[in-house]
């Protein structure tokens, strides 16, 4: 019978795109993807094309690149790098090993993360966006929430403030203008009798500056209008003093809101990002009183959200390299603490390229205009295809016409190959 059902298979379709795809083995990619390719290329009427098409299938695969932009958290790449590799064992997930009784995955890493930023509890959903959603649904569904008219802006990637809003079901009391807004403003909101106000949002504007006449209260301020201070700060950077780095807080962090100091200055919830500033995966991690991040965990839409042990365990060694105060275990800080003059000590590796000084960025839709000190190599011309289509691809930038890598982000392992890369596009 099998063979049969086989036979069918194969006098259904033309032999040549068989062997058209058999042609293809050699790319590593399964049969049905190269008879995909072998059929495109048969009804484009150019069988010579399936090579290439085999080819671009096999680029739309996760694959490691080398980021030679010099843009720490590229969102392009990942965002923030971390190492990562598990065997396929099981985990206490939810499990108590003490008790044998069902656990509590929220317990882990958000747990640790609390301690690190100084909040009452925390924890972990998919996304600052999940994470913002969240906390509206389970503060503030069917009542109002009040935010600026100045913060309600779009992050990178479709975040739209109003839109995530309005996903919560929570009603959105704007308040202020553009450029300013004074804690009247919210007073007056949150005493108005036809409002229900059930939580003031703060939502750092991480991405733009809004420079010249503007006004803008600040976390604590806002702490004391009696609805719960929700604050947005994005970028998830966990105390603005870097205890991790023995080189204490950089200059580029500027006015970065921090977690604990954002918590202490009186916000109930702080919601952030786990792969920019705080150097791990993609993750969404709201922090700060008990009860209300009880409310978050006990809101049906938290099972929706929720991470898997994947991400919950890279979260935790994040969380854990933190309480160590080890911040180069930590790849976005490793890379982020780095001086130029460390930068330059590797430049043996690129004999023969221009050394040039290069200004690296935060990246991620953090610090916007923040630019980090840097050094780069150079060849001239534009190569940045070229480099990107290598085995391994290199993503450099082109600058003034000549194409730059900067060393910042480049692992030191890579920088041979970067080189080597270099002096072949350059001839
Ligand atoms: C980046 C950012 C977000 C969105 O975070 P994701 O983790 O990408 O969902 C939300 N709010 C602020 C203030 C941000 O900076």
Known sequence: MRSLVVDVSLQDRPPSVDRLARSLAATGLPHPLLVDAARAAIAAGDPDSAPARARTLHRRLLTPVI???????????GRAPQAWSQSAR????????DTGERGDRQTGAPD???????????MAVNNCAAAVMLVLAALAEGRDAVVSRGELVEIGGGFRVPDVMAWSGARLVEVGTTNRTRRDDYVAAVSDPVNDVAAVVQVHRSNFRVVGFTEAPRTAELASLGPPLVADIGSGLLDSRCGWLESGPPPWLDSEPAARQTLEAGA???????????GGPQAGIIAGR???????RRHPLARALRPGSLVLA????????????DGRAIEFWRMAALTPAELRGRLGAYEGLAEVVTAATPGGGTLPGVEIESVGVS?????????RSRPRPIIARVIDGATVADLRTVHPDDDAEVAAALREVAG
């Open 314 to 325: 890279a979260l935790q060694d994040t969380a854990l390299a933190y309480l160590r105060g």
């Open 379 to 387: 060849v001239p011309g534009d190569h940045a295809g070229a480099l």
């Open 290 to 296: 008990a009860e209300l991040v009880d409310a978050c």
């Open 67 to 77: 980021n030679a932009t010099g843009v720490l958290l590229h969102t392009n790449l």
């Open 112 to 122: 640790l993360l609390a301690r690190a930023c100084g909040a009452e509890a925390a």
């Open 90 to 97: 099981y985990s206490n997930l939810e499990l108590d090993l």
């Open 268 to 278: 109930a919830l702080v919601t952030f990002s786990g792969d920019k500033l705080l």
